[in-house]
């Protein structure tokens, strides 16, 4: 056993440049090609020993966090100690930083965060693979917040293979409450069936992938795409609104990050990035704003 008294891990929100989705499988998921990017929006979780499995939280959105054995966090704790046979003795606080339920995966985040701190703590120095598949069991955007930088998500998103990217910078716009992945999938299914004609499979954009190694906010701004934008913005109308806000103030590009609310703007550089988030946090279509760059470190364990 580890003699460390608490271990930090630091770990980025995403946001997917391609959600391709595919039509419902027989187990309710959807097969994806999903492109995900991590951004420089930052949750921690702090593992300390402790009778037993508890949680808490801090941060604007703590009040809408669940500090139940709900939190992906304390099922990523529960998981690896019944892996090894040990309980899962520990407390977890969360420094929420993520916009929750907001489709940049927050609760998956806290979820790797904690399987990585409570590895640290408990010195058991699980193989990448196994901590991989834990987080696959976890959610299907479990493994991409352990893996970070920027990746091909297929399957229902955790099977993951790295890609290139150049540095990016993002404007998100965070919505008042959240939005449940869950319907926001079940829309789709909702259109797509309303719509009637067949769904393709999922497949990567090679004319995205080349934009994200390019570099060019310009190129990857022609590429961006979303599938799940549509039903989203069926749930929640006034996003549009958001979008427009910022498109007119100079972003190259808007889209819903993965399921929503939170809208993300693709912006040509750092100072673009401050007058647009102005813009937005002026125009009353938002929350609030963040600004970040990708891609980010997946989860690390702070020194
Ligand atoms: O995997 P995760 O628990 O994060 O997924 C949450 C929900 O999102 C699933 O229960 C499912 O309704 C939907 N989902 C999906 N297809 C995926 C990923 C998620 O339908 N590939």
């Known amino acids: 056993m580890s ?20 039509a419902a499988r027989p187990d309710g998921f959807h097969d994806l090609a999903n492109v995900f990017l991590a951004v420089s929006l930052f949750d921690e979780v702090t593992a300390t020993p402790a009778d037993s499995l508890t949680v808490s939280c801090e941060g604007p959105d703590a009040d809408h966090v669940p500090l139940d054995r709900t ?9 690896l100690a019944a892996r090894h046979g040990i309980a899962p003795s520990v407390h977890l606080h969360i420094a929420k930083n993520i ?9 998956s985040a806290d979820g790797a965060a904690a399987l990585l701190a409570c590895d640290a703590l408990w010195g058991l120095d699980t193989p990448r693979a196994e901590l991989l598949d ?14 970070g930088g920027a990746a091909l998500g297929t399957g229902r998103g955790e099977l993951l293979t790295p890609v290139a990217s150049g540095t990016f910078h993002w404007v998100f716009a965070v919505a008042d ?26 497949e990567a954009s090679p004319a995205l992938l080349s934009a994200l190694a390019s570099g060019d906010p310009d190129t ?12 989203a913005l069926s749930l929640r109308p006034q996003l549009a609104d958001t979008l427009a806000a910022g498109l007119d ?54 020194p």
């Open 99 to 107: 916009p929750v339920a907001g489709g940049m995966a927050g609760g």
């Open 249 to 302: 103030s100079g972003a190259l590009a808007a889209l819903v990050s993965g399921s929503g609310p939170t809208t993300a703007f693709l912006v040509r550089d750092p100072e673009s990035a401050l007058k647009v988030a102005a813009v937005l946090d002026a125009s009353g279509t938002c929350r609030t704003t963040r600004v970040a760059a990708a891609p980010a470190p997946g989860a690390t364990v702070l």
């Open 134 to 147: 834990i987080c696959a069991a976890l959610g299907s955007d479990v493994p991409f917040s352990l893996v």
């Open 71 to 79: 939190n992906l966090a304390a099922r990523a704790a529960e998981l």
């Open 220 to 231: 990857l701004a022609a590429t961006l795409a979303n599938d799940l934008q549509p039903a």
């Open 177 to 202: 409450g959240g939005l449940s992945t869950p319907a926001v999938f079940r829309e789709f299914d909702r259109l797509a069936a309303a719509e009637g004609t067949p769904i393709p499979e999922p």
């Open 3 to 22: 003699t460390r008294t608490s271990v930090t891990v630091r770990v980025p929100a995403k946001v997917n440049v391609q959600l391709a989705v595919g």
